[in-house]
Nanobody, 120 residues
Framework: QVQLVESGGGLVQPGGSLRLSCAAS????????MGWYRQAPGKQRELVAR???????NYADSVKGRFTISRDNAKNTVYLQMNSLKVEDTAVYYC??????????????WGQGTQVTVSS
């Protein structure tokens, strides 16, 4: 069982910045692909960013150039640095851990979510 706990959400003005953190339990964190997803009211949950076990990354087009995902395997933690925030970034942000073998997901875990609100 992998447990994920997000933190760092809050209220910020447009153009501001936040850094989200996701702390994972266990000793095999480095073997999981990690991702950040978000869900806004009335919308489907969407992938924001992900980082693989070799630290390669990909991002949703809407956040490219503004958000940066990173991981610290020694601390079992993944981060999402969010800059130049927009009102449309408002959502609950969820951390995800995905154990992938031969391009197939074999274990998948979710955090409880943290609220990010961008408003003037």
């Amino acid at each position: 069982q992998v447990q994920l706990v997000e933190s760092g959400g809050g209220l910020v003005q447009p153009g501001g910045s936040l850094r989200l953190s996701c702390a994972a339990s266990g000793s095999i964190f480095r073997f999981y692909d990690m991702g950040w997803y978000r869900q806004a009211p009335g919308k489907q949950r969407e992938l924001v960013a992900r980082i693989s076990t070799d630290s390669s990354t990909n991002y949703a087009d809407s956040v490219k150039g503004r958000f940066t995902i990173s991981r610290d395997n020694a601390k079992n933690t993944v981060y999402l640095q969010m800059n130049s925030l927009k009102v449309e970034d408002t959502a609950v942000y969820y951390c995800n851990a995905d154990l992938v073998t031969y391009r197939t997901s074999v274990e998948n875990y979710w955090g409880q979510g943290t609220q990010v609100t961008v408003s003037s």
